[in-house]
């Protein structure tokens, strides 16, 4: 049987980008080829791991990830434009899966990210995998921009949270676009368990609090900051939300899978299983009747 050709566009939003391992999942299960693949943020992440081919051993890894586990991974920036280098977390993926000059890679790649200097989207298309994927992830706050050519680089989704349009000359059969900030939907929060609990709040200010308070002697995080740090990325999700709509309905994909803004924090990359199984479970849901609609 040919396969379905795919154009697979996965979107920013923090942890819940761990859904997309479960859409891959299935698209592979299912006779479809994805032959591109354009990612912002967790979604550059998630694609270019699939992209070099060793999404089974982030997948595996992903799975066993817990609040210490990131607490290990942050290396403290001392600067003001970040609380957080970023350089652990992508010398541990590198040393993880590899890493691979885009251009050789044997899928289609384009990391979104946002040139902040000069307000404007930039696709990463050339160089390191990994150089293009921390900058598609450097949440503004949390980690340090990326700086080329004197100007600051970062997530991507400030601008573009579903980047659709770098799939237009693509020759593809389908594009599917996966929104990660869909609107929210009651009773869907993956509650936390006995593992994952968090008696101070979302996974983000659990990290961040305990975090700081690890790297520092004398700061004590009061749950009033705790608070901030909520409605800052709670504020951060709208934005991305609303310019979700926006592209979407500009550039219309062939299926679009909402995963909505609820269904964790910005920061719960502790919840991997159940993160994947619902990417796993609404690809099973939407996408044969887009197929049998041909």
Known sequence: ????????????????????IGIIRWLEEHDC?????????????VGGIHAIGMLDEYE???????????LALMDLSFGMDGLIKGDR??????????????ENLPISFTAV?????????????????FDAIKASIALPLIFKPVVVDGDDIIDGGILNPVPI???????????????????????????????NGDENGSGLSHVVAEFIGTMTDKIAMKRK?????????KSFDAMQGSIARQKIA??????????????????????????????????????PDVFASR
């Open 1 to 20: 049987m040919k396969k379905k050709t795919i154009s697979l566009v996965l979107g920013s939003g923090g942890a819940r980008g761990l859904a997309h």
């Open 33 to 45: 080829e994805i032959k591109s693949i354009t990612g912002c943020s967790m979604g550059a992440l």
């Open 60 to 70: 595996k890894w992903a799975r066993h990830i817990t609040k210490r586990h990131m």
């Open 89 to 102: 977390l992508i010398d541990t993926l590198r040393n993880l899966v590899g890493d691979e000059l885009i």
């Open 113 to 129: 990210a946002a040139n902040i200097s000069r307000r404007k989207e930039v696709w990463i298309r050339q160089g390191s995998l």
């Open 165 to 195: 349009a770098p799939t237009f000359g693509d020759l593809n059969e389908y594009t599917i676009a996966v929104n990660l900030c869909a609107p929210p939907v009651k009773g869907i929060e993956i509650k936390n368990d006995k593992h």
């Open 225 to 233: 900051d705790i608070r901030a740090y909520d409605i800052l990325y």
């Open 250 to 287: 500009a550039y219309p994909p062939d299926a679009v899978l909402d995963i909505p803004i609820n269904l964790c924090s910005l920061m719960d990359f502790d919840k991997a299983d159940p993160l994947i199984e619902h990417g796993y479970r609404l690809a099973e849901k939407k996408l």
